[in-house]
């Protein structure tokens, strides 16, 4: 059935570091893939989105990068801040072109000051 | 920026009564859904709405839950008969799904307690 699964579940950094958090999905007919960041007791917020025509896309300090092929695709942060800890979902929508998210289940970030 | 909009933000109810989400998606938006987040866990599709009718639902959106897009602005999440484990966030999103891009924007949910 459709899935999305996230790596890794918790992860903790230096300040100024990078962080990588990774996600594979099952369903081949896929192509469009966000990620939220949600705060403690808040909505999730998209933060950078991809789809499928394209390999990788920047903003700023926040990457996603996605490999069709093997049906995975990545966010990287770099120099995190204190302010990026939060818990970050990856989506991928079905083929059923209803716009249905599939999250995947969630890292927590905590970047130390 | 418009954003959308969810009352109440905390629910209480007893075990076996009706409870009424609401949500007020962006003006301009056409396509709607309602998502929910059981404490601590991942985020999980319960429906989508366009046209005024549902166009996909999930396993765990039983008889016990029907939408409604009363008037044209309100979206609303109706639980016949709550158990225990509908205790969870619910959010409502909304979607303009135009050619570039099927972002959708989330609400600051409601937290529903079933006691």
């Known amino acids: 059935g459709e899935n999305v699964e996230q790596h890794p579940s918790t992860l903790s950094v230096q300040e100024g570091d990078s962080a990588v958090i990774k996600c594979t999905y099952s369903?081949?007919?896929?192509?469009?893939f966000p990620w939220y960041k949600q705060e403690l007791g808040k909505r999730p917020q998209l933060i950078i989105d991809i789809r499928s025509n394209v390999g990788e896309k920047k903003d700023q300090r926040i990457a996603v990068t996605l490999n069709k092929t093997a049906k995975h695709f990545s966010l990287h942060i770099t120099e995190t801040q204190p302010e990026d800890s939060a818990v970050y979902f990856c989506?991928?929508?079905?083929?059923?072109?209803?716009?249905?998210?599939?999250f995947g289940q969630g890292t927590t970030l905590q970047v130390k000051p | 920026e418009p954003e959308v909009t969810q009352t109440p933000s905390h629910q209480v109810t007893q075990m076996g009564q009706e409870v009424i989400l609401r949500c007020v998606p962006i003006s301009n938006h056409l396509y709607f859904y309602w998502y929910r987040q059981i404490l601590g866990q991942k985020v999980e599709f319960l429906v989508s709405f366009y046209n005024n009718e549902i166009s996909e639902k999930s396993e765990i959106f039983d008889d016990q839950f029907s939408v409604e897009r009363p008037d044209g602005s309100n979206f609303t999440l109706k639980i016949r008969s709550t158990k225990l484990e509908d205790s969870a966030m619910y959010f409502c999103?909304?979607?303009?799904?135009?050619?570039?891009?099927?972002?959708?924007?989330f609400g600051p949910g409601t937290r529903l307690t079933v006691l």
């Open positions: 999103a909304s979607s303009d799904r135009d050619i570039t891009t099927d972002t959708q924007y």
């Open positions: 989506a991928a929508n079905t083929n059923s072109n209803t716009g249905k998210l599939i």
């Open positions: 369903d081949s007919a896929s192509n469009y």
